[in-house]
């Protein structure tokens, strides 16, 4: 049977805009051994601005734009809300063909009789496209047009405004381990690790990478400490679901990962993560 204060905690946690989906995972928020962080709409904004266009010789900044909106046209993922936005006119749809969003890497599309790629440099290895590397601090969507590079947009996302406070205060209250892990490019993750006070920071993984990450740092944890994995849900939904306690940010999270997660956090501060913990603890104070 659960004890009753389970349902005082759960309750309680409710009201802060915190789901908790059942009594064990109350208790398991008690003992927290590692907690691992997507990177993008969970510890940063995921509300990206388009902040350079680099385009070859043979193509204007403005072409560029527009075969990459088209690209993305159909995404939902924040880097094409950003590219969308930048281009800033309707598209039309019906010259979108073959439309594969490739997990981790980026878009292949045919716009009228043109194959475009739009994707990391993961992407244009694959697809064998020589591109110009750009040293950045931001995110790269490098293009090309027909099997050829044909330049790079680079968009920046912005840190949280309690990100930090809550990686402090995860330390504070007995976290041992703190983790971020992202598909996003090396210069961009040791960066916002560094600024977060992060203790590690692992890049350029593919979603099946992400969770084999998640079952390396479960092996390294405390016999009897939890993982806990925060996730907007876009491509870590799987992610989310291998975790001890997987938590979903329901604001900017899809529906798959909130019927993943065993706590959703209804709003899309990382703070509210240490609310659930604190709300555990007192909780657990009241039951035994
Ligand atoms: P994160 O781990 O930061 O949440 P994702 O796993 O969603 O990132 O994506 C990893 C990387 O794959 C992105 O940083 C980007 O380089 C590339 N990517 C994914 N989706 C797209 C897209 N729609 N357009 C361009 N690039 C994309
Ligand atoms: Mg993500």
Do not use: C
């Not at 306690?245 to 706590?263: C, H, K, N, T």
């Amino acid at each position: 049977s659960i004890p009753l204060g389970f349902f005082g905690g759960i309750g309680g946690a409710s009201k802060n805009g915190i789901l908790i989906k059942g009594g064990n995972y109350l208790e398991a928020l008690n003992n927290v051994d590692t907690v691992v962080f997507d990177k993008t709409g969970t510890l940063t904004k995921g509300v990206f601005k388009v902040t350079e266009i680099n385009a070859n010789k043979n193509i204007s900044k403005e072409e560029l734009l527009e075969y990459a909106a088209y690209a993305e046209s159909h995404s939902n993922h924040p880097i094409a809300i950003s590219i969308l936005k930048a281009y800033g006119k309707d598209i039309n749809k019906d010259e979108i063909e073959n439309y594969e969003e490739i997990s981790g890497h980026g878009i292949k599309v045919k716009v009228k009789d043109k194959e475009i790629l739009a994707g990391n440099a993961k992407l244009m290895d694959e697809k064998k496209v020589a591109y110009d590397s750009v040293e950045t601090i931001g995110t790269i969507v490098y293009i090309a047009v027909n099997g050829k590079f044909a330049g790079s947009i680079i968009i920046s996302d912005e840190i949280k405004e309690d990100s930090q406070k809550a990686i402090k205060e995860l330390k504070n209250i007995g976290v041992n381990r703190t983790v971020m892990l992202t598909g996003d490019n090396k210069q961009v993750g040791v960066r916002v690790a560094k600024e977060l006070g992060l203790d590690e920071v692992h890049a350029e993984l593919l979603p099946d990478q992400k969770v084999e990450k998640l079952e390396m740092l479960d092996r390294q944890k405390s016999e009897k400490g939890k993982l806990i994995f925060v996730g907007d849900g876009i491509n870590d939904a799987p992610v989310l679901a291998r975790a001890d306690i997987g938590v979903a940010m329901g604001g900017l999270g899809s529906d798959a990962a909130i019927e993943a997660a065993d706590v959703v956090l209804m709003t899309d501060e990382p703070m509210k993560l240490v609310s659930a913990i604190k709300i555990a603890k007192r909780t657990r104070r009241i039951v035994w």
